[in-house]
């Protein structure tokens, strides 16, 4: 399709891409070849400095910037690539993986080279099984073929790469909690700083990136980073795999500019709402940012500072379309009850703040709210933001504050007043 | 590495200018100012914070996002806010988040009034809470051990605990089970946490979660009394506050002292209060009677009956001082015995040390402070068990293997729990202390040393990890003066390492009894006077004990020593006890007692005052904080009554009148009064007295170690430890009577197979025909070769079979494990019994 | 102070003062007799007279104690009662102390014990296993009812404690939570 631009997803459909002959036929292990034996370390870095890489996992920090952060020297640096996709409404690095694992294993390989690390991780999520497989079978290809090992195209520098399966906890997804459980503890996020480019894996300087973003760099190094900047926005260049769900006709992922309309997504190319239904609202960036109303957010820019400016998230990149069917009470509801699971119970607001909300929406739902409870629901979640150890409070709190926000009256129509009226009624 | 420099830092908080050494958290640098941040994860102690419980949060200028306090070093020029409306918002709402799953049960929880939850949600909480839904529920109380009850409920998931067990005590025992707000406190399995230091974490709990059985509902804040003192129970000497209502102490907490134990405590320690108010002790004068009972007497009958004992012995009177025994007891009982009988048979170990030795050990310039471990490149643990003799170093030990990186070389016979986290553990034959040493003396360049024996390899290693860096520490046990030779090697290897040069690095001995180093110090050594001096040689220990057997020493006294249990060789002691007159100061009736002729009551450690001398010089107060139960008198007292008996006037009224006289006479004691002494102790090698230390002049004494093996058989080389729950303490204290072991035999695989021994399996070990029975417990750390069993066990206690160094025992097998699974003593059962046993109540 | 004025005298005399420096005048009125006189004797005395004959023919209004006795007000605070649930028959009272805080007398001690969950004394973990108050000391400021988290102690009507023996005179757990001898009558409504 027109709209969309495809350089990871250049040969998404070709047969037997997940193996290192077809990859290399079309390509790949190029930009290996170029990083490793043309380019030193820090012309690796300058590129992917210059090419204004954004993280794909969420946070949006540039990725050469990250990476520049490692101190220099010789000692174990590692890298670890977060595989550990769990946000709802959040496919695309499975497909990634999937299909085309060699561009990942490269693209580690190139990061490898830009931060000096040699000892890499994949620490992909325990349930995906089969993407797992698919791995663990690329990365002995990449080994035998040379790309991988003690001596990586006989330059001499060590890149030795492992897949960890994960144990089904979603704040592993959370760079830090991730480490302390490939170390083999309980996954909770730690204290920063000091961040993971200082003190990261086992005490040792760790740069952690996405799956997607990881992808990206044998694109940027083959192509150079001009190239690369002439895709997307000034400020968010490349191109992004989006997933999109929910109430639409045809959900999947979507790989287009960064830039494009929202509207371009939603209803071209996934197909808008099924027939006789409009958008109600939506998740531009997972489940964990605010929601965006229809009329709002159609009309908006689908790129980083954009979602920012309207006071949302371009997060993972995954929409999730809502139609009116859909009660935002109800949504909210599932929204939190994910949270309040998936809490690690390190810190006081999430903890606590999560497990307060589901109650008080429960309540909410079986229409024995008061009104004041409505105010309790927005205010502990304005409580949570900001207090938090790392990220998933304000997970929670940001998309429930909004709909509260957005969707007031349907809250509203479920207190304990209505459903008295409403039985009045039938009386 | 040496102890960092830090330079004071200039900061803002609240419009205040606050002053704190750089690296200080934002927390402790508000103290400062007198400014409060509430926490409750936060604990220096426990090391790195983990920000985990939020209420800390404060503004920094030119950082958007509030900051945890706990977590946030000050930096020059700083300004930070603690009372904007923005921070009290987060105040106020994690302190309601944190009430929303605490059941608020203050008048039933035990930590009501002395509770951080409380204080911190009336000082900082919003008042109320809107929180109307039904909270979370757990079964509670239960038993976390035999000693703590943990009630999930009040839990505020802050970490302390948990911490605590996996990066100091390094047991790893309690995790975190669930996630989110399921999240709860416990043990694999439910299983029961038994270690060493557990009871810390009911002092270091913010809430009532967890709670001592032992204090459980005893008294509340308001009905009671904290008093400091020093617990005298083994070298560490801890110091202690004890909880004191109506007159009995209910509890004991530890009292932070960076220079002696860093704020923790030994189980040991905590719970051996209950002895205190026993009903077994011994509260009143008793001379035994024609027909074999002890009867109680008046004081002033037991004081002229021992009198007139010692004075009919004479010359051939002995003392043995025991660990209890303070500083100004030790002084009396020499000057008791060198001036009033004029005799010089005075010992306070069974390790027979060298006069000579000790007082070159004694150098300042040799010694290492505790808090130089924190500091040390390199720690070498020289045939010593730190947490069987001396629990507290074993956290040190950990600690800075684990905070600063310092390399732990571990050398003993015995399996040590350390080998776990050192660089390198060697083990050394029963007796091959000297060859160990001698070798790594020759691998650091002793002048004198050879370097050709078999344990030349272990030994290059140890030598060349301990010059990893300039400071390095070796913590040596006193059993090494058993072996001859063993401590002038380490002299040696001390000097070939440069320690004698460099202020910080240096030897710490752990001594055998609590107060060692103070008795020897003020003059309880066969060959050295008070301060060390050179004086007539006397007998030593195992000398007082032939003697006694052959009729040379007619008379001894006992002051808190209990030989049978803790000298080797119990037979002889018992044939020597019965054979003489004794007296014997004792708290409880023990083995010794039983031959006594006239027992007279020791105070405890409660009763007591007077000061003691920790391994590394540091002289402490022990304080007086409940009342002597009974008609028991200070010792001191007692001893000066005794010696006017004999004739001796020493116009000593009262302990600060001995602590005077005895300063007096330890010249390097000289100028320490109470006042120098204070609340954290002193040490006497930076004060000016130990500044002008000289090295002794003449003095040689010949105390060799244990005489060579009165028979040598065949089968295994008997070596013997100390283990920290084998001794009376455990037995006199109802709570801590489920730690009472049994013997064991240690033997290592190769061994067990030849022998055909299993796991658990009872055998019959014997020497000459003495005998003692033990299960079986294989080691994989141990030589082949050598059988081990714990000292000071009340039955079947491992001393009695010691009879000279190169002892070999007979090993018999009397029951298959089986057996005693099928009598539910087996192993398994044995620990998850305990769960349901809770002594303590 | 004494001791110096009087040293400062020649003579010696037991007044504090001295007679020619620290003079008061007083302001009198005229001297008695007549009429004037007489008013200023009797009249003062005759009006308050009044009042007493007034009340006269109100009969006695002492109250013969202790065979009779004076009502009290319903929030009197007389003795203290310790209660028990109506229902269960447990003791309300969990030994938490905080009365015993609160007491600015220091009269009342309470050692907690850990309850039976079989054999029950009160409702919570813990019971009060002694519970004293030594009403020789008690000033019935009623700050104990006030802390109590379980309205387990309250201030009772009975005011009649004296006893023989100062001893006697500390009140156990059993004598509080023993229903008290009816002995003072409640001032009705109005009354």
């Known amino acids: 399709m027109a709209a969309e631009t495809r350089i990871l997803f250049r040969n998404i459909d070709e047969p037997g891409l997940a193996s290192i002959r077809t990859y290399r036929r079309l390509g790949g292990y190029e930009a290996v070849k170029k990083a490793y034996q043309e380019m030193e370390p820090e012309q690796v870095l300058h590129e992917l400095e210059e090419s204004g890489l954004r993280g794909r996992g969420g946070a949006g920090f540039s990725m050469g910037k990250k990476a520049s952060f490692l101190p220099r020297g010789d000692m174990d640096k590692y890298l670890c690539c977060n595989a550990d996709e769990s946000e709802p409404g959040a496919f695309k690095d499975r497909e990634l993986m999937q299909k085309n694992p060699h561009q990942l294993i490269e693209g580690i390989i190139i990061a490898a080279r830009a931060a000096g690390a040699n000892r890499c991780f994949i620490f992909i999520r325990g349930e995906y099984d089969l993407q797992g497989d698919i791995l663990d079978a690329a990365v002995e290809e990449a080994y035998g073929a040379g790309y991988l090992g003690t001596d990586v195209l006989g330059t001499g520098q060590q890149v030795k790469l492992v897949v960890h399966r994960g144990a089904g906890a979603y704040i592993c997804g959370e760079e830090t909690a991730l480490l302390d459980s490939l170390e083999g503890k309980r996954g909770n996020p730690r204290l920063k700083p000091p961040f993971p480019a200082v003190q990261g894996l086992y005490g040792g300087p760790t740069l952690i990136n996405n799956v997607e973003t990881l992808s990206n760099a044998p694109h940027i190094i083959s192509s150079g980073a001009e190239w690369f900047k002439s895709f997307g926005t000034e400020q968010s260049p490349g191109t992004k795999v989006v997933s999109v769900s929910g109430d639409v006709q045809r959900p999947g992922n979507y790989e287009v500019e960064l830039g494009v309309p929202t509207k371009l997504l939603i209803n071209d190319l996934a197909g808008g709402p099924p027939k006789g239904h409009k958008v109600k609202g939506f998740f531009p960036g997972g489940s964990s940012s605010p929601v965006l109303t229809g009329d709002e957010g159609m009309k908006l820019p689908y790129s980083f500072e954009a979602m920012q400016e309207a006071g949302s998230m371009l997060g993972s990149g995954s929409i999730i379309v809502f139609d009116e069917t859909t009660s935002v009470v109800d949504l909210a509801l599932r929204t939190a009850r994910f949270y309040h699971h998936e809490s690690c119970g390190k810190c006081t607001p999430c903890r606590e703040g999560t497990n307060w909300t589901v109650k008080m929406l429960e309540r909410l739902t079986r229409g024995e709210a008061t009104p004041m409870d409505i105010e309790v629901i927005a205010s502990v979640q304005e409580n949570i933001i900001g207090h938090c150890l790392c990220v998933l409070g304000d997970s929670m709190a940001m998309p429930i504050g909004a709909m509260v926000k957005k969707y007031r009256s349907e809250f509203d129509d479920k207190l304990i007043s209505q459903s008295y009226s409403a039985a009045a009624k039938a009386a | 590495m040496s102890q960092p420099i830090r330079n004071a830092v200039t900061l803002n908080i609240d419009g205040r200018e606050v002053t704190a050494p750089e690296g200080t958290m934002l927390v402790d640098a508000a103290k400062h100012g007198d400014i409060e941040i509430p926490v409750f994860c936060y604990e220096p102690k426990l090391g790195e914070p983990v920000g985990a419980c939020r209420m800390c949060l404060v503004e920094i200028e030119g950082i958007p996002k509030l900051q945890t306090a706990c977590s946030t070093p000050i930096r020059d020029g700083m300004t930070v806010y603690t009372q904007t409306d923005r921070v009290k918002g987060a105040q106020n709402a994690v302190v309601e988040f944190l009430l929303i799953n605490h059941p608020l049960d203050c008048p039933v929880c035990d930590k009501g009034g002395e509770c951080p939850l409380q204080d911190i949600a009336m000082g900082w909480g919003p008042g109320k809470s809107r929180f109307t839904d039904p909270k979370r529920h757990f079964q509670k109380p239960l038993p976390l051990s035999p000693l703590v009850a943990i009630d999930r409920e009040r839990c505020i998931l802050c970490y302390r605990c948990v911490r605590f067990s996996q990066e100091i005590s390094e047991d790893e025992q309690l995790v975190l089970h669930e996630r989110g707000d399921r999240s709860f406190v416990g043990t694999f399995d439910d299983r029961p946490y038994i270690a060493p230091f557990h009871g810390n974490i009911t002092e270091l709990c913010p809430v009532g979660a967890l709670t001592s059985y032992t204090y459980r509902f005893r008294a509340r804040p308001w009905d009671i009394e904290d008093a400091g003192s020093v617990c005298t129970l083994c070298p560490s000497q801890c110091n202690v506050k004890f909880t004191v209502r109506d007159e009995r102490a209910l509890r004991v907490l530890a009292r932070d002292n960076e220079d002696v134990d860093d704020g923790w405590l030994c189980d040991k320690g905590r719970y051996s209060f209950q002895m205190l108010a026993s009903e077994e002790r011994i509260t009143e004068p008793m001379v035994r009677a024609g027909d074999g009972t002890l009867a109680p007497v008046s004081w002033e009958e037991a004081i002229s009956k021992v009198a007139a004992g010692l004075r009919d012995a004479g010359t051939a009177s002995a003392v043995l001082a025991g660990g209890g025994t303070s500083n100004e007891e030790g002084w009396l009982l020499q000057r008791l015995l060198r001036e009033g009988l004029s005799s010089p048979n ?496 | 102070m004494e001791a110096k004025l009087n040293a400062d005298k020649t003579d010696w005399s037991p007044f504090p003062y001295l007679d020619d420096q620290d003079v008061i005048s007083v302001q009198r009125g005229p001297e008695p007799g007549g009429l004037p006189g007489a008013y200023r004797a009797f009249g003062e005395t005759l009006r308050g007279l009044k009042t007493t004959f007034g009340r006269i023919i109100e009969g006695p209004v002492t109250i013969q104690y202790p065979e009779e006795k004076t009502p009290v007000y319903p929030r009197f605070r007389g003795r203290h009662k310790l209660h028990r649930f109506e229902d269960t028959g447990l003791e309300k009272c969990v030994g938490c102390s905080l009365c015993a805080a609160a007491c600015p007398a220091d009269c009342i001690r309470v050692v907690a014990e850990e309850n039976d969950p079989e054999n029950r004394v009160s409702a919570g973990e813990r019971f009060a296993e002694v519970y004293e108050i030594n009403l020789s000391r008690c000033i019935f400021c009623g700050y104990c009812e006030v802390a109590c988290p379980f309205d387990a102690i309250t201030m009772g009507h009975d005011y009649e404690m004296s006893d023989y023996n100062r001893s006697d005179l500390i009140f156990t757990k059993e004598m509080l939570l023993a229903e008290p001898i009816d002995r003072t009558p409640l001032r009705s409504e109005g009354e």
């Open chain 2, 346 to 841: 005075i010992d306070s170990s069974a390790s027979g040390a060298r006069a000579d030795l000790v007082r070159e050990l004694s150098s300042p310039a040799l010694g290492s402070r505790m808090r130089e471990l924190d500091y040390a490149d390199a720690i070498l643990v020289l045939d010593t068990e730190p947490l069987n003799e001396m629990p507290i170093l074993d956290l040190r030990i950990r600690k800075a293997v684990r905070r600063t990186g310092a390399q732990l070389l571990v050398a003993s016979e015995h399996p040590s729990s350390l080998d776990g986290g050192a660089a390198e553990a060697v083990r050394f034959a029963p007796g091959e202390a000297a060859e160990l040493i001698g070798a790594l003396a020759a691998a650091l360049g002793a002048p004198g040393y050879e370097d050709d024996g078999p344990h030349a390899e272990k030994a290059k290693a140890i030598a060349e990890l301990l010059r990893t860096g300039p400071d390095p520490v070796i913590v040596w046990g006193e059993r090494l003066f058993r072996t001859p030779g063993a401590v002038e090697a380490l002299l040696a290897c001390a000097k070939a390492l440069g320690i004698d040069k460099r202020l910080g690095p240096g030897l710490l001995e752990v001594p055998e009894s609590a107060n060692g180093r103070g008795l020897r110090e003020v003059g309880c050594l066969p060959g050295a006077g008070p301060g060390l001096a050179p004086t007539q040689t006397g007998a030593a220990a195992s000398g007082i004990r032939d003697g006694m057997v052959n009729g040379e020493i007619k008379a001894l006294l006992l002051s808190e020593a209990d030989p049978v249990r803790t000298h080797p060789g119990s037979e002889a002691w018992r044939k020597a006890l019965a054979s003489t007159f004794v007296v014997s100061i004792a708290m409880f009736d023990d083995p010794s007692t039983a031959y006594a002729n006239v027992v007279l009551p020791a105070e405890s450690h409660a009763e007591k005052e007077g000061t003691v001398t920790h391994p590394d010089g540091r002289l402490q107060r022990v304080r007086p904080n409940v009342p002597r139960p009974g008609q028991i008198r200070p010792t001191c007292q007692v001893l000066t009554d005794l010696a006017a008996t004999l004739g001796q006037t020493w116009d000593l009224p009262d302990q600060p009148a001995v602590l005077a006289a005895m300063t007096d006479d330890v010249d390097f004691y000289a100028g320490i009064s109470d006042e120098t002494i204070g609340g954290q102790g002193v040490r006497w090698q930076e004060l000016a007295s130990g500044r002008s230390w000289g090295p002794a002049v003449g003095g040689r004494t010949d105390n060799q170690g244990d005489p060579p093996p009165a028979s040598a058989g065949s089968g295994l080389l008997l070596g013997t430890y100390r283990d920290l729950w084998a001794s009376e303490v455990t037995e006199r204290n109802p709570a801590l009577r489920f730690l009472k072991r049994g013997q064991m035999l240690e033997i290592a695989p190769k061994d067990a197979e030849t022998m055909g021994l299993e796991n658990g399996d009872g055998v019959r070990v014997s020497v000459n025909g003495t005998s003692v029975e033990a299960r079986v417990a294989i080691r994989t750390r141990m030589e082949a070769g050598v059988g081990f069993l714990a000292e000071g066990l009340a039955e079947n206690n491992g001393n009695a079979l010691v009879n000279g160094a190169g002892t070999r025992i007979e090993v018999e097998k009397t029951a298959p494990a089986a057996e005693f699974e099928a009598a539910g003593m087996g192993q398994k059962a044995t620990v998850l019994s305990l769960e349901g046993e809770a002594a303590a109540r």
